[in-house]
């Protein structure tokens, strides 16, 4: 059929300005709404040689064109291959025609259609004046034009050997819906347009007012100065509440020339999704667009993208989630010599690689994977923008550009610094792979951020890492560098900021802080150094009071002063202070983790004051001494590897609890009472300095012990397998069994607790000038029992006996050696006036004799009465309980003794002896009381 002035279905404008204003295209909206006015005249200069005014074009072969169904052929030849419709499902064929457009007619009847096209062979479309595959429906022919209910779910398919050209109108490939239904339209050929007037298009263009809109192109698509690929769909779906899917994919041989967007989706009420695997290039504005405005928005680029002036990928939406997926390679040119305030760009925020944003609330997500390369000149190379939601943002890639990675709440224009609110939510930015940039390398504004670095976060110029306001964390097990140490490598706003870091971690140039109530926290599974003392005001690491130690490695603390005064929290590894050398110095409490430890290192000898606690446990390294003196209550055990560790100084402060392991030295220098650890394990020495230990056992300790300026009681029955060394001022009493005894200089062993025996499985020795107390009760006597041998070089044996004591002239064994006795003590003294006390030996026990002297009583009396009733006393033999009573007595109470029996009033003195015996008893007792 040829177009005539009697025709109905033209489809033209009544002049070329009348045409462009069919078309208009809102700032606020990528949304294209078109009209298409009937006109009364076929005369129309926009239509070109679609349009005859003379006679009828001749027909191209029937064979190129064929329709089925409800689709019904009007015209085929070089000017246009025609369709008029109705409601039902039909198809169109083109194969091999040459025409200058493809032509569906707009139905007036309303109903659902369903129509599949098919543009195949060699066909070659050239329309010099306007659009290529013309398909449009939903409106209809009155003035001004209604939208009738037609639906119509058009299928158009454009083979590899197809090539469509348009010259102004909507692109090459044009399938609109005004009223609704879906549009799927997959190009494999090559499209290309261009446009002389205002109304510039896309390409490859597909609009949907109510219905999904999927486009896929693998060939190629060219625009001289519009769009490369468009897709509009779902316009009324939240009025109608449907929501669908507008996509695009351009597939890996799909190539992309524009010179505004390259591909762009919108989707007013669902998700807008684009993907990527081919080569995009757009002169002037975006490379991708994805937009939603009740929605999700997806991208994903595996392929190449480069952008003039603009964002090079932009996933928007108004509410939803933005999130874009790049392993390709992506390039933001833009102009360095372009003044963009004075240019039709000047609206443009920026210039960025990969940009995403959910500008009213929602989420949004950046990932640029290992093969990602993101390359951004004028701008950010990622940024990622909501007001109130979590942004997360992840770099395994590379990423360069003027800025590396932006976090704000910033939608809008010409915004500064100053002027971009705080995003109201959480920001995750983690980076894995390089950032290299020219300003910030990542600057970060929410309430919470946190940034993870893995890879490397560099920039020439002030700052590499800028948090803003709000409780920031930012772990770091790569690189952040600053140039230099006088640059700042990282910048935290104000908030309670942790900055974690990890073995791995180099830091090049400072950390700052706005606030000053900042944790420091030490992570990783190797091991890592700390320098106290850069951690001040004017230090590496500005702001910090706290310190955290997490992570199962060890990481060492050297220097010393600086800004932590928090306490100190060791969750997990070990905190170790010093590193075998002579520095690191803590002041400060530290609260051990079950698991965790904290250690000290230290070639020299420190004194640690504040208190440890938690049910951790508490490692002593290094060869110098560790001396405590806090309060400890930590659970988790000690384990002294290497040096001295000294619980107290001297005074009543410093402890441990729970378990020891030595297998070094371990000293209690403590006045007062206290009990030995009856945990303690291992192989090293104990030395006892000061106050009185209580000893009940220790059966899994087997190093020596020295007791030394202290009393050490054994409690009865106790158990040590360790050899006991007595030193100056030290003195081993109670019963029970030890592994060996030395008693030097100054020592005394005082066994029972009058009298008693003490074993020691091992040998004994008494060194010159060292003591063995030996008490002597009615009963008993003090014994020392040895396995093995007895080592007499001197010392002295001193008898003390109480007023129990009735069997004067008596031997008793004092000390017995299996293995044998060598040498003898230099002197035996006892506390008696009228008893000498006599060493005697055999190879394997020492004797202790108490023998009567040649002291007369009354030489120890003072007065007559005294004088006297000790003469009478004199008379008297032994086993005479009062004259055996009387030996026992010391000059010192002998007298008193006297005083109390020299009472006239008694008859005889005799009666009085016996009446009085108990008298002396309890004179003798008096003395050992006071003893």
């Known amino acids: 059929m040829a177009f005539n002035s009697n025709s109905t279905r033209g489809i033209t404008c009544r002049s070329r300005q009348q045409m462009r204003s069919c078309v208009t295209e809102s700032t606020s909206s990528p949304r294209l709404r078109a009209r298409l006015l009937r006109s009364s005249s076929l005369v129309s200069a926009s239509l070109g040689a679609l349009i005859a005014t ?7 072969a029937p064979s190129h064109c064929l329709t089925t169904g409800t689709t019904t052929l009007v015209t085929c030849d070089s000017n246009a291959a025609q369709v008029s419709i109705t409601p039902g499902t039909g198809s169109l064929t083109v194969n091999g025609l040459t025409t200058n457009a493809i032509v569906y007619e707009s139905p007036q009847t309303a109903g659902t259609y369903n129509q599949t096209v098919l543009i195949t062979g060699n066909t070659v479309v050239n329309n010099p004046s306007y659009s290529g595959l013309i398909m449009q429906f939903g409106t209809d022919t009155s003035t001004p034009p209604q939208q009738i209910p037609v639906f119509v779910n058009a299928d158009v398919t454009v083979g590899a050997n197809v090539s469509i050209t348009s010259h102004d109108g909507f692109g090459a490939v044009w399938v609109r819906n005004d009223n609704g239904g879906s549009i799927d339209i997959d190009n494999a050929g090559t499209l290309s347009s261009s446009w002389t007037s205002s109304t510039i298009d896309a390409t490859l263009n597909g609009t949907s007012n109510l219905g999904p809109v999927h486009i896929i192109n693998s060939g190629s698509v060219t625009s001289s100065n519009g769009r490369g690929i468009y897709a509009d769909g779902n316009y009324r779906g939240a009025t109608d509440g449907v929501r669908e899917i507008v996509s695009i994919i351009n597939t890996a041989s799909g190539v992309v020339n524009a010179e505004s967007a390259g591909i762009r989706v919108v989707n007013y009420y669902g998700l807008a999704e684009l993907t990527n695997a081919g080569t995009v290039n757009s002169t002037l504005r975006q490379g991708l667009v994805a937009w939603s405005a009740d929605g999700d928005t997806l991208i994903t680029n595996s392929g190449t993208v480069t952008s003039g002036n603009d964002n090079a990928v932009y996933a928007m939406t108004e509410i939803g989630k933005a999130s874009i997926l790049n392993s390709g390679s992506v390039t933001a040119q833009g102009d360095p010599t372009l003044d963009l305030a004075h240019t039709a760009l000047a609206p443009i925020q920026g210039m960025n690689g990969l940009r995403a944003g959910a500008y009213t609330s929602g989420d949004v997500v950046i990932s640029n994977e290992e093969s990602g390369v993101v390359t951004a000149i004028r701008d950010a190379g990622i940024r990622a923008e909501t007001p109130e939601g979590t942004v997360t943002v992840i770099n395994l890639g590379s990423v360069s550009g003027l800025y590396g990675i932006v976090v704000n709440s910033g939608f809008g224009t010409n915004q500064t610094a100053a002027t971009v609110p705080t995003i109201n939510g959480v920001a995750l930015v983690g980076n894995a792979g390089t950032v290299n940039a020219t300003d910030l390398a990542v600057d970060v504004d929410a309430t919470g951020n946190f940034l993870v670095n893995i890879g490397t976060l560099a920039t020439t110029g002030a700052v590499a890492v800028q948090l803003g306001n709000g409780d920031s964390i930012i772990a770091n097990l790569g690189t952040i560098s600053a140039g230099s140490a006088a640059g700042t490598a990282i910048s935290m706003g104000s908030g309670n900021n942790r900055l974690m870091l990890f073995d791995t971690s180099t830091i090049i140039g400072k950390v700052v802080n706005a606030s000053s109530n900042n944790t420091l926290e030490l992570e990783g599974s190797a091991s890592g150094t700390l320098d106290l003392a850069s951690v001040s005001a004017n230090g590496a690491f500005q702001g910090f009071s706290t310190l955290v130690k997490s992570g199962t490695g060890t990481w060492s603390l050297i220097g010393s002063g600086g800004s932590l005064t928090g306490t100190f929290t060791v969750n997990a590894g070990i905190l170790q202070v010093g590193n075998g050398g002579t520095t690191g110095a803590i002041a400060n409490d530290v609260a051990v983790a079950a698991g965790a430890s904290l250690a000290f290192n230290r070639a020299d000898d420190i004194t640690y004051a504040n208190v440890i606690s938690g049910e951790g446990s508490l490692i ?16 988790g055990g000690t384990i002294i590897n290497e040096g001295t560790l000294q619980i107290g100084n001297g005074g009543t402060t410093g402890s441990i609890i729970g378990d020891i392991v030595n297998n070094a030295a371990l000293i209690f220098n403590r006045s007062g009472t206290y009990d030995f650890p009856g945990t303690i394990s291992g192989s090293g020495s104990v030395t006892i300095l000061g106050g009185t230990v209580n000893f009940t056992g220790a059966n899994a300790f087997n190093g020596p012990i020295d007791v030394t300026g202290s009393d050490f009681i054994l409690s009865p029955g106790a158990v040590s397998s360790s050899p006991f060394t007595i030193g100056q001022g030290g003195t081993i009493g109670g019963t029970g069994t030890i592994g060996g005894l030395i008693v030097q200089s100054g020592g005394t062993v005082s066994p029972g607790y009058s009298p008693g025996t003490l074993t020691v499985n091992g040998n004994v020795s008494f060194a010159a000038g060292s003591t063995y107390v030996v008490d002597v009760t009615s009963t008993a006597h003090d014994l020392i029992i040895a396995t093995g041998t007895a080592t007499l070089s001197g010392g002295a044996v001193q008898v003390v006996a109480d007023g129990s004591y009735t069997a004067p002239l008596s031997t008793f064994v004092i000390l017995s050696a299996t293995g044998g006795v060598t040498g003898s003590f230099a002197s035996v003294s006892a506390n008696y006036a009228f008893l000498t006390p006599a060493l005697s030996y055999d190879p394997n026990n020492v004797y202790l004799t108490l023998a009567r002297n040649d ?22 033999s032994y086993g005479d309980a009062v004259y055996d009573s009387v030996l026992q007595l010391t000059a010192g109470n002998a007298p008193i003794a006297f005083s109390q029996l020299s009472g006239e009033v008694h008859a005889s003195a005799q009666s009085v002896f016996m009446e009085q015996s108990s008298l002396i008893r309890g004179a003798l007792n008096d003395r050992l009381r006071a003893a």
Do not use: D, H, R
């Open 620 to 635: 002593k390294n290094g060869a110098g001494m560790l001396i405590l003196t806090g309060a400890n209550t930590y659970t």
């Open 855 to 876: 002291v007369a009583f009354a030489s120890t009396a003072v007065t007559p009465n005294q004088i006297a009733t000790a003469t009478a006393l004199e008379t008297l």
């Open 54 to 60: 003379a006679a009828a074009p001749a027909l191209a």
